[in-house]
């Protein structure tokens, strides 16, 4: 079965492999697609925005995690009805990809549905948690990416892992050209609530679209923004190779650590309060700066969520910002406070310049934005524990971004028990970095 | 004087008497003889017991069970990627099926590839043929100890203990019971099952039969390249229907529809028709259905010996004069006159054309000259539920009840191909004005039917 997971478009090949004990625990692999229950997209076009574009190769990969009893006696039937009724209110989800004559990607709103895989764990939820290998996290979510056949290539996987104790792991696999990670976490949220039969009003639907007319007078096009990265044209195959294996390794940073932090950066400035997401972005900046020795990162892009523009019922990549901070000298030789106050002052919002970027010319071109530099994204109250089954709340969840560039890309996300028990923090680097970063973030700030 | 006759006198008389009693006895005999006969004429000739049909009940699938055609084909292309040919045969067969995008199948066919197991397909038979039972003892109140006859015919799945044994087992039927179970006999076994049920009937009085028709799909799935084996499953999909039948006086009243005839045409004895539907290994060792091409000129043929045998028995005279008079002079005068095709609306109010595939479909309606809404009911099912096989009959009729169509003494015809080759015919009579039934798999999608099919879907 596993042979269905195509292995032309796995993305082991940029990734650590797994060690294969842990690989081999997981056994009895099997693949279906869920569809909704009512016909729903009626063949409907969805179009792109520009923004939706920039994003198309990067991937969410979400597991959530479920103790036992949560899902006793939910049969895989009983699992899958919840779905089809989950589904008939997303229909854009369950669509396939298609190319207009001139040659931009929109959607077919044609209930393709999404796919979904069963495994099984010889461990117990426990052992599991307890392994130390980060990377164990990936066997629980599908890999897979967008394309070679885009008309099949289905927007959300889901995995449905059941451990030798009873627990249960679902794995989301979401394609960040739908939406950004609070659209993604929305979306999953939908389908708790569906499994107590409570439904939107109104199906989910992406942001209204701006008009795309570009500038064709400009004669001397601007270069492209800092935050954005072009790559070799991709095609139909919506991922990119990179010349360095990325891993990903996810710590816990207590409030009392966080507290330590800030006293740390403000240090005599006792009337300064930092928040939480800023120092430690400018923590693992600096630590970075100092692993890369000079080399930079000169720039990093900030990712938050644009509350304002942030409607619910909407998946969309518009109410993210990207800022974009520049430095004129390595990080390392700013002090702590400062890199923070540059966070949060000087970040330019490089949405407009993206946008007018990809839609400058009918070239279409293949973008990565995250990890195009060291690149920080705020989900700190991105709601993932509001994924609630039989009143259960997961015990932990984990989340990175797949498909990144070499510049890494930090997550900073909500800890199980919530914002005020401090933050879990998802860091992907090249592996020969992480273990050079990890020992300096020990050394300099002691954070485990 | 004593009136004591003399011995010669008397011995005359006694003659007499005797002679007169030899031939009152002759009389006697000659009439109590002739007394038998005509009992044993009338009881010989008494007319058959009438078979009414008192209620029959659909199984609806789950929406959960939908397939839409992108899935169909994303499924496939993923499954059988190294025969991107079939792939494409698949998909135009699609195109061009007439089904529609509510279809359903089993959950074993949703995986990829399908999973086909014992385990899954009698899960399948527990949950159709459940359902449809659980329905049609809803709708009837007939209970489970009043069941003398069960016929269950389903084509494809045929493990031990049988069918018909796991619905004995279910509802703890009689001990008595005559149960049958019909397998391999293809799409048209439901009017097997029914011609069955009406022969046991005749034969017992005051009883009551349920059929069970349908076809399990999570047993068998073809994963070969051969594209005549690859087409029956691009349009076979989940179907089971439950009839009721009696022929007892009480329901003469309650019941929807008399049985009136039932025409059986088997053309197995010739080599071709008996070989043009084929369940047979390709030359890889996968087990498939294989479709000849000469099925629809072999279906048209069964048909038209059918509609020589059944006629006779429904066409007004005036049709069956016309058609022995073309009859006869193409058979004396002039070979080269068209054979007179009768109007068989001129017989019937309803058809329901077994709904195997939209060139059944069309190839009936040419060939009986039915207009658009006569074979509306048939259409429609192969668009809302695809090929149920030997249910489908029942969908269509159901079609056109919820239609609000069928009336006090209109006429149905059902026809069935299949396998074998068979062409069957059932003929019922509309017992009482039918109102719109509330249990029917049409319920909450009928006020969107009719819907125009185009004759390609472009995927």
């Known amino acids: ?448 | 004087m004593t009136a004591t006759l003399t011995q010669p006198a008397a011995y005359h008389i006694i003659i007499i008497i005797i002679k007169s009693i030899q031939l009152n006895t002759l009389h006697i005999l000659c009439f109590v003889l002739s007394i038998l006969f005509v009992s044993t004429v009338y009881f010989m000739s008494k007319p058959p017991s009438v078979v009414y049909l008192v209620d029959y009940s659909c199984y609806k699938p789950p929406a959960s069970f939908r397939v839409p055609f992108s899935t169909f084909m994303e499924h496939k292309s993923l499954a059988f990627k190294d025969n991107p040919k079939g792939v494409k045969f698949m998909k135009m067969i699609l195109e061009r099926s007439g089904l529609g995008e509510e279809t359903c199948v089993p959950h074993q066919t949703h995986y990829i590839p399908p999973n086909p197991n014992m385990e899954a397909a009698r899960d399948e038979a527990q949950l159709l043929i459940f359902s449809a039972i659980d329905n049609l003892f809803a709708t009837t109140a007939l209970k489970p100890k009043d069941i003398d006859i069960l016929i269950l015919n389903c084509g494809m799945f045929s493990p031990i203990p049988s069918l018909s044994a796991m619905v004995v087992n279910k509802y703890k039927l009689r001990s008595n019971i005559k149960s049958f179970n019909l397998s391999g006999m293809g799409c048209s076994a439901g009017i097997i099952a029914v011609d069955l049920a009406r022969d046991l009937l005749q034969a017992l009085p005051n009883s009551n039969a349920v059929v069970v028709t349908t076809e399990i799909l999570s047993h068998d799935y073809y994963k070969g390249k051969e594209r005549a084996m690859l087409l029956p499953f691009c349009l076979f999909r989940m179907g089971a229907a439950a009839l009721f039948l009696s022929n007892k006086p009480s329901y003469r009243s309650r019941a929807k529809y008399k049985l009136v005839h039932v025409v059986r045409t088997h053309k197995g004895s010739n080599d071709k028709a008996y070989g043009c539907i084929h369940q047979q290994e390709d030359v890889e060792g996968h087990v498939g259905v294989n479709l000849s091409k000469d099925l629809m000129a072999i279906a048209g043929e069964s048909l038209k010996t059918n509609i020589t045998t059944i006629g006779p028995l429904v066409l007004p005279a005036s049709e069956k004069l016309l058609f022995l008079l073309t009859h006869i002079g193409r058979k004396f005068y002039n070979p080269k006159w068209k054979p007179y095709v009768p109007d068989f609306k001129l017989a019937f109010e309803h058809f329901c054309i077994h709904a195997g595939g939209r060139a059944v479909i069309d190839e009936v309606q040419k060939s009986l000259r039915l207009s658009s809404e006569h074979v509306e009911a048939s259409r429609m099912t192969l668009h809302r539920f695809g090929n149920t096989s030997s249910s489908s009959l029942w969908y269509e009729l159901s079609y056109i009840e919820s239609k609000g169509r069928m009336k006090k003494g209109d006429r149905v015809w059902q026809i069935a191909f299949g396998s074998g080759f068979k062409c069957n015919s059932a003929v019922w009579k509309c017992n009482r004005n039918i109102e719109i039934p509330s249990n029917s798999p049409w319920e909450d999608c009928i006020d969107r039917y009719p819907v125009h099919i185009p004759e390609v879907v472009k995927l």
């Open chain 1, 1 to 448: 079965m596993l042979k269905y997971l195509s292995p032309q478009n796995c993305l082991s090949k940029g990734k650590k492999m797994v060690s294969s004990k842990i690989q081999n625990s997981i056994y009895n692999i099997s693949i279906s697609t869920v569809v909704p229950g009512l016909m729903s997209g009626h063949d409907a076009v969805q179009e792109l925005s520009a923004m939706d574009l920039a994003m198309k190769l990067h991937y969410l990969r979400i597991v959530y995690y479920f103790k036992t009893p949560t899902f006793d006696g939910f049969t895989i039937l009983k699992i899958k009805e919840t779905m089809f009724n989950w589904l008939n209110h997303t229909y854009i989800t369950c669509g396939r990809f298609r190319r207009a004559d001139s040659g931009r990607p929109f959607i077919k709103c044609n209930d393709s549905g999404v796919r979904v895989i069963e495994a099984k764990c010889r461990l117990s939820l426990d052992e599991w948690l307890e392994t130390k290998d980060d990377s164990k996290h990936e066997l629980l979510v599908s890999n897979q990416v967008l394309g070679p056949d885009l008309a099949y290539s289905p927007l959300i996987l889901v995995q449905l892992t059941d451990f030798k104790c009873g627990g249960k792991s679902v794995g989301v696999s979401w394609a960040h050209v739908l939406g950004d990670a609070f659209s993604a976490v929305g979306f999953i949220n939908l389908w708790a609530q569906a499994m107590i039969h409570s439904y939107p009003a109104q199906p989910l639907t992406m942001a209204q679209q701006h008009n795309w007319a570009c500038d064709l007078q400009n004669p001397k096009p601007n270069p492209y923004p800092l935050s954005v990265k072009r790559v070799d044209p991709v095609g139909d195959l919506w991922s990119t190779t990179s010349n360095f294996k990325m891993e990903t390794a996810s710590f816990y940073v207590s409030t009392t650590e966080l507290t330590r932090l800030q006293a740390q950066i403000c240090g005599k400035k006792v009337d300064q309060k930092v928040p939480e997401f800023e120092c430690i972005c400018a923590v693992i900046w600096q630590c970075l700066a100092k692993v890369r020795n000079g080399s930079g990162p000169k720039a990093v892009t900030i990712c938050r969520n644009d509350v304002k523009t942030r409607d619910k019922g909407i998946i969309t990549n518009e109410s993210q910002t990207i800022g974009l901070v520049k430095t004129d000298i390595s990080a390392q030789d700013y002090k702590p406070f400062e890199l923070v106050s540059l966070i949060m002052n000087k970040a330019e919002d490089e949405r407009m310049k993206i946008k007018e970027a990809m839609d400058r010319d009918n070239e279409l071109p293949d973008f990565l934005i995250y990890g195009a530099n060291l690149t920080f994204v705020d989900l700190s109250d991105a709601p993932f524990y509001e994924m609630e089954v039989r009143g259960q709340k997961p015990v932990y969840v984990n989340c990175y971004i797949d498909n990144v560039g070499e510049e890494g890309v930090v997550l900073v996300l909500p800890s199980p028990k919530g914002c005020s028990d401090g933050r879990m923090v998802s860091v992907t680097l090249p592996e020969n970095q992480m273990a050079e970063f990890k020992s300096v973030l020990n050394e300099d700030w002691a954070i485990a």
